[in-house]
C-alpha cells in the first residue's frame, strides 16, 4: 500500500500508476474571500492527464500555488456559466500561455437553450474582450499559446463528452435555475468521480452516480446561516439556499441515494461556526463517510482506500519550468508596431 504523509506538499508524492488525485481549488461561494475561492477542482491521474472541473473566481491562484507545469494540463470543463464557475477565463487561457503551456487551451462547456447562453459564445466573446491583450502579446509569447480549441456538448442529455487515453467524462443535466447546466463524471482505470456543478436534487444524480467512488456535491449554507451571516431576508435566503441550490439536508438525502465511498460537500462558508450545523443537517439522511470541504484540500483514490488531507504550500510561487525547452523554443511572430510617436518618446529606446 502506498504511504502518505500527514499532509499533501505539491511536487513531493509522484502519482502511482493506478491512482487518481482530486484537489480542491475553490469550495467556497459566489462571495470570493481569502479563505475560499469559487468553484473548481482539478483531478490528476495516474496515467499522466490532468483535468479541471469549473475555473470560477480565485481557483487559478490555488492552482498556481500546486506549482503543476500549464503545459501539463489536459483539458478544462465547464459545468455552467455563472462567473463563480468560469470567471478565471482568462487566467486559464492568458495566464497558463504566459506560464509556458505551448499547445491550444482545451476547453469544454455545455449548449444552451439559445445560442447566446451556450458556452461557444460565452468563449467566443471572452476572446473578442481580450482582443488588445492578446494581439499585444503574440509577438513576446509563442503564438499557439493563444488559440483555444472550444468543444461545445449537448447539455439536455446524459452522454459521453471525452474520451481518450483510456479517460471517459460524461455530462448530464443539473436543475439549476435554467436550462444549460450540467454535472460531471469522470471514469479511469476502475475509478470514479462525479462533480455535482451547481444543482437542486434531482434524479439524474443517482441515475448517473450511483456507488461512484468519490461524489463532491453542492450545498450552500442553511436558511439560518444566510439570514443571519450573509443578512438575506428569509425569501432570499429560501430561493438562494433551497430553490437555486441544494440545503444541507437535501444533500444528505442525495448523499443516500447514491452511496459513494466518499461523500465531499461544497459551496458553503466552511467555518468553525457553520460547519457543525451543516454536517448535522447533511447527517440527517447520510450516514456514510463525509469530508466539508476546504481550498486545498486534497482526496488520493485507489480501490484499496481513499485518504483526505490538507495540501501545504507557498505563497511566492513561480511557474514550473519542466516543460519550457518547448516554450523557449517555439515560434513567435511578428511584433505589432505602436504609434511612432508613442515610440519617440521612449527614454531607452527599444521599439
Not at 434524479?203 to 448517473?208: Q, R, T
Not at 513561480?318 to 504609434?339: G, I, L, Q, V, Y
Request: proline letters at 5%; charged letters at 25%; aromatic letters at 12%.
Amino acid at each position: 500500500m502506498v504511504s502518505y504523509r500527514e499532509q499533501y506538499f505539491p511536487n513531493t508524492e509522484p502519482l502511482a500508476t493506478d491512482e487518481m488525485r482530486i484537489i480542491a481549488l475553490g469550495t467556497g461561494r459566489p462571495f470570493v474571500r481569502p479563505a475560499q475561492a469559487n468553484a473548481g477542482w482539478l483531478i490528476e491521474l495516474g496515467n499522466g492527464d490532468k483535468f479541471m472541473f469549473d475555473f470560477g473566481f480565485g481557483t487559478q491562484m490555488r492552482f498556481g500555488a500546486l506549482e503543476i507545469p500549464y503545459q501539463s494540463m489536459t483539458a478544462y470543463f465547464a459545468t455552467h456559466l455563472h462567473t463563480d464557475h468560469v470567471g478565471d477565463f482568462a487566467q486559464i487561457w492568458i495566464g497558463s500561455w504566459a506560464g509556458g503551456r505551448t499547445v491550444p487551451l482545451e476547453v469544454y462547456g455545455p449548449s444552451g437553450p439559445e445560442r447566446k447562453y451556450g458556452f461557444a459564445h460565452f468563449v467566443e466573446k471572452q476572446r473578442e474582450s481580450y482582443a488588445w491583450d492578446t494581439d499585444t502579446r503574440v509577438g513576446l509569447l509563442p503564438a499557439i499559446g493563444a488559440e483555444i480549441n472550444v468543444h461545445e456538448f449537448d447539455y439536455s442529455k446524459p452522454h459521453v463528452i471525452y474520451e481518450k487515453n483510456g479517460v471517459t467524462i460524461s455530462c448530464f443535466p443539473a436543475v439549476h435555475i435554467y436550462d444549460g447546466p450540467v454535472s460531471l463524471r469522470l471514469d479511469w482505470n476502475g475509478l470514479s468521480f462525479v462533480y455535482s456543478g451547481d444543482t437542486t436534487p434531482s434524479y439524474f444524480m443517482p441515475e448517473n452516480a450511483k456507488d461512484v467512488d468519490v461524489l463532491v456535491h453542492e450545498t450552500f449554507n442553511t436558511v439560518d446561516q444566510l439570514m443571519e451571516r450573509s443578512g438575506y431576508d428569509e425569501r432570499t435566503a429560501r430561493g438562494i439556499g433551497t430553490m437555486a441550490h441544494s440545503d444541507p439536508a437535501e444533500a444528505g438525502k442525495v448523499f443516500e441515494l447514491c452511496s459513494p465511498r466518499l461523500a465531499v460537500a461544497f459551496h458553503f462558508f466552511n467555518d468553525f461556526d457553520t460547519a457543525p450545523e451543516m454536517e448535522s443537517a447533511i447527517r440527517q439522511h447520510y450516514k456514510g463517510a463525509l469530508a466539508l470541504a476546504k481550498d486545498l484540500m486534497v482526496i488520493n483514490v485507489t480501490r484499496e482506500r481513499i485518504l483526505t488531507r490538507m495540501a501545504v504550500t507557498s505563497s511566492h510561487v513561480w511557474p514550473n519550468k519542466e516543460h519550457h525547452d518547448a516554450f523557449r523554443t517555439a515560434e513567435r511572430k511578428e511584433r505589432m508596431k505602436m504609434s511612432r510617436w508613442l515610440s519617440d518618446k521612449q527614454i531607452f529606446p527599444k521599439f
